[in-house]
């Protein structure tokens, strides 16, 4: 009995780790050296999670459009819907999706 009730702790903590790890996020995302001020030899896609800025691995900047177009990530940072999980400082995405910009106001 007290192998089941181990096993079954067990089953319930790696489960919620799981869920945990794929959880929605909506980041901010643009180029890292343009417009985080990150170093790097060149234009890369980074997000900011919670003030923190990450090079991103599992996408790449140009697989989102043109990035130095007015819209693009070197001229704009841009919000995007993420799942990944930060490992040795660099996000890991698993999931990336740019949204629509919202159009500004006029005043």
Known sequence: MKK???????FIALT????EKKK??????SCGQCQFG?????????VRIDGKAYFVD?????QHG????EDGFCSAIRQAEV????VDNRFVAT???????????KK
Do not use: R
Request: with cysteine.
């Open 16 to 19: 919620t780790s799981a869920q």
């Open 95 to 105: 999931s990336f999706k740019l949204l629509p910009l919202v159009p500004k106001k």
């Open 66 to 69: 043109d990035a130095h177009a």
């Open 24 to 29: 929605i996020q909506i980041v901010e995302a």
């Open 4 to 10: 089941i009730i181990t096993l079954f702790c067990l």
């Open 58 to 62: 599992g996408t790449a900047i140009d």
């Open 38 to 46: 990150m170093k790097a030899n060149g234009c890369d896609l980074a």
């Open 83 to 86: 799942v990944g999980v930060v």
